[in-house]
């Protein structure tokens, strides 16, 4: 059974960092491509960063700077570093592949507040 496994959010200042990790049981993605994606409430759901299976990443525009996607196969592990959070990269934030997408999972929580 494929599950995506969150973790890492919390309740920071403007200004702080976190590291967000999502790990992937029962699959194998150390040849797709990932991607970061974060949602508030009552919205869709939108693409933050991506990294393909050779490395090669993209950033949405209001995070280029400040996040940093990386990936550790053999730990079937995708990270996302955020610096110099703002209030809003409040949200939740969930990885998954690109379409078709696997079963998502819970998310992490991620709020920045003063």
């Known amino acids: 059974q494929v599950q995506l496994v969150e973790a890492g959010g919390g309740s920071v200042q403007p200004g702080g960092s976190l590291r967000l990790s999502c790990t992937a049981f029962g699959f194998s993605f150390s040849a797709y491509t990932l991607d970061w994606y974060r949602q508030l409430p009552e919205k869709q759901r939108e693409l933050v960063a991506q990294?393909?299976?050779?490395?090669?990443?993209f950033y949405e525009d209001s995070v280029k700077g400040r996040f940093t996607i990386s990936r550790d196969n053999a730990k079937n592990t995708v990270y996302l570093q955020m610096n110099s959070l703002k209030p809003e990269d409040t949200a939740v934030y969930y990885c998954?592949?690109?379409?078709?997408?696997?079963?998502w999972g819970p998310g992490t929580q991620v709020t920045v507040s003063s």
């Open positions: 990294i393909t299976g050779e490395g090669t990443t």
């Open positions: 998954n592949k690109p379409l078709p997408h696997l079963p």
